[in-house]
């Protein structure tokens, strides 16, 4: 049974669930070089899968309740939203199928995404974002949910006028910071979470909610942007913790799944394990925020509308959902590219991180979601204390105090943090422990944090194996993960990989699955 959920507007995204499981996951962004950019999922999906595939669907469905418009009306206009062409498509192959079309609310559908995607048969559902429609026509940025085996069951919805984190994100991010919240650059309220490791949130403790006033003291210095994005991630720790345990407390719980925008601010989702230690699980699904509305939907169709059963993850939902390429892809792309390459092993690979290069690296399927977790990741030595700065200088281009995150193999974490915690998709920020920090200087926070990834052997083979050896190499269980790009959208084909390398000084490129390495010299420039 072939299920086809996708989103439209923003973060836009189409899902193929077959009975159960997605075998694709894609976001426009990866195609369209630009981040974040408005389009339709329906064509998206319908232009990217093949005719043979979508002859199959048996039910479609959006995640994001009040956006879809029956064939002939344009709502989006000029956003290219809702071709009349692609809903005829969809329409013919419903009736042919004798399937259904299915609008599902905003945040059932990310609810549906945190609760199905984990491993818990109950849990408390938590999502909160910068507000989407549900079926019962209320606007909202938080929900409250019950998971039950296959169902899910609201608890409460608040309207969007009475909370809305999300919107106060973006709303400092946007008018404090002068940062991007969208297309072409891309949220990047992340970068401010960056910042409120440095900052005293006293300093503007009673007037941080004076936007006007808050705009003049940023304009002053850095350190005040520091401190007003203190006051904001304290706030915002506050609130989420009243809120978690307000919820708890009438709705006892030892599972606790989070989705929505704002569960992508991994400091306050790494300490709510702290904050109760009585839940067992905390976790956020790898595409929390509305690109995951296609899983989402798509998997509530399957689960609780078609009453098929849960799925058991073998550790956890593989978030490896973007198309695989093959030997001939990839050696095609590098020859039209008059690229020259060779046949290595891991090894050799190993040798070279350890002679401190940057090596990124392009393995099978990428990953969805913000983050990269080794399939389109640049990878190096966490040890030397001079690699975040060589990283920011020959790739990425970012601010000076955005941290480089660590991925750490899962049977190691209670070696080097003080919390045991399973962060198979870098959704936790958790502190070192004093003693070891000072062993991987380059992938540390200026409080001492990292925002981590667990890596396990069923997650990502290749990736756990070759940490595996990098540990016997180096001493540490431990590589430096960032995302294989530069400024730009996570690469998504060969082409965007050799793109990249090219305008880039990342020493090297390594297709590992196929295992051929590009080395940057003067014939490669
Ligand atoms: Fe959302």
Excluded at 320 to 335: M, Q, R
Aim: include cysteine; aromatic fraction near 12%.
């Amino acid at each position: 049974m072939k299920i086809l959920g996708f989103q439209s507007g923003h973060d836009v995204s189409y899902t193929l669930l077959e009975n159960g499981v997605p075998s694709i996951h894609e976001e426009l962004e990866r195609f369209s070089r630009e981040k974040e950019p408005l389009g339709d999922g329906l064509k998206m999906a319908l232009d990217r899968l093949p005719a043979s595939i979508i002859n199959d669907v048996d039910y479609f469905c959006l995640g994001n309740y009040g956006m879809y418009q029956p064939a002939g009306i344009n709502k989006w206009g000029p956003r290219g939203c809702y071709f009349q062409q692609y809903v005829d498509t969809m329409n013919t192959v419903l009736q042919k199928n004798n399937g259904k079309f299915f609008e599902l609310g905003h945040h059932k559908s990310h609810a549906s995404n945190a609760f199905f995607s984990s491993n818990c048969e109950n849990a408390l559902i938590i999502t909160m974002d910068g507000g989407g429609g549900e079926e019962n026509g209320v606007v909202s940025a938080f929900t409250v949910w019950e998971g039950r085996g296959n169902k899910i069951y609201p608890i409460d919805i608040i309207p969007i006028n009475q909370f809305n984190l999300g919107g106060l994100w973006n709303k400092y991010t946007a008018q404090v910071f002068g940062l991007s919240i969208g297309a072409p650059k891309g949220s990047q309220v992340g970068t401010v979470m960056g910042m409120a490791a440095l900052g005293n949130p006293d300093t503007f403790k009673e007037n941080w909610r004076n936007i006007n006033l808050m705009k003049a003291k940023a304009n002053e210095s850095e350190q005040n942007q520091f401190d007003i994005a203190a006051i904001l991630q304290q706030y915002t720790e506050t609130i989420i913790r009243e809120k978690i345990g307000h919820y708890l407390k009438l709705y006892p719980n030892q599972n606790l799944c989070l989705s929505g925008g704002v569960a992508l601010n991994c400091v306050a989702i790494g300490k709510i394990s702290t904050w109760y230690p009585e839940l067992k699980t905390v976790y956020v699904d790898p595409v929390p925020y509305d690109g995951g509305l296609s899983l989402g939907s798509a998997r509530y169709v399957w689960h609780h509308i078609l009453d098929n059963p849960r799925i058991q993850w073998t550790d956890n939902a593989s978030s490896y959902l973007g198309a695989e390429y093959t030997k001939d892809d990839i050696e095609s792309a590098l020859n039209r590219s008059d690229i020259q390459y060779q046949k290595v092993s891991d090894d050799d690979v190993l040798k070279l991180l350890d002679d401190q290069k940057i090596i990124s690296i392009f393995n099978k399927g990428s990953e969805s979601g913000r983050r990269a977790l080794g399939n389109r990741s640049i990878i190096a030595d966490p040890r030397s204390s001079k690699m975040k700065d060589m990283i920011n200088e020959k790739v990425k281009h970012r601010q000076w105090f955005r941290p480089f995150a660590p991925s750490i193999l899962r049977e190691q974490v209670t070696n080097w943090f003080v919390q045991d915690v399973n962060s198979p998709y870098m959704d936790k920020v958790i502190h070192f422990k004093d003693e070891v920090k000072h062993k991987v200087p380059a992938v540390v926070h200026f409080d001492g944090s990292a925002r981590l990834q667990t890596v396990t052997k069923n997650d990502n083979e290749w990736y756990y194996n070759f940490i595996k050896k990098w540990f016997e190499v180096s001493g540490v269980p431990i590589l430096l993960n960032t995302s294989f790009n530069d400024r730009e959208p996570i690469v998504e084909t060969p082409e965007h990989a050799i793109n990249c390398f090219i305008g880039t000084n990342i020493d090297y490129l390594y297709f590992s699955d196929v295992q051929l390495l590009v080395e940057k010299n003067k014939n490669n420039d």
